[in-house]
């Protein structure tokens, strides 16, 4: 199985964002981490997170098991998805990467995703939330 610790940021909200993962195999595991353009919001980087943190994957066939503090991305996923699917995704908010992020979900055996609660005792969740954050001071004004 693989762990996925997903975290976005934005300051202010909208404004300047950044993702950051922690992927975890067994004892193995790596952070990435990255900004967006300077307009996003904080559910277009917690999306992004996830996005980022699925592409790097070499393997589609270990289960996957995406872990984030964004009720939103969780509520996606396991409530809302079908639904918008049936509705070709009329008047969905942040509908590029939703599209782009559940056929990534869809290329792989099995994904899960699980609520965390932010800014608690989770290690890898507080470290998701610190790449995220210092993802964001990556971003550079044209």
């Known amino acids: 199985m693989i762990t996925i610790y997903a975290d976005g940021s934005c300051s202010p909200n909208p404004g300047i964002g950044g993702w950051?993962?922690?992927l975890m195999m067994g004892e193995h595991y790596k952070e990435i981490y990255g900004c967006g353009t300077g307009t996003d919001t904080n559910n277009q980087m917690e999306l992004l997170a996830v996005i980022k943190g699925l592409e790097i994957l070499t393997t589609k066939l270990h289960p996957i098991v995406?872990?984030?503090?964004?009720g939103y991305?969780?509520?996606i996923f396991t409530k809302w998805i079908k639904g918008w699917r049936k509705k070709?995704?009329?008047g969905v908010k942040n509908?590029?990467?939703?599209q782009q992020l559940d056929k990534l979900v869809q290329s792989f055996d099995k994904v899960e995703f699980v609520w965390v609660k932010g800014h608690?005792?989770?290690e890898f969740n507080n470290r998701a939330d610190e790449l995220a954050?210092?993802?964001r001071t990556l971003y550079l004004p044209n």
Do not use: P
């Not at 995406?66 to 964004?70: A, G, L, M, W, Y």
């Not at 509908?95 to 939703?98: A, Q, S």
């Open 120 to 122: 608690d005792t989770d």
């Open 20 to 22: 950051g993962c922690v």
């Open 73 to 75: 991305v969780v509520n």
């Open 88 to 90: 070709n995704f009329r």
């Open 133 to 135: 954050n210092y993802g």
């Open 95 to 98: 509908v590029e990467l939703i």
């Open 66 to 70: 995406v872990k984030t503090d964004s």
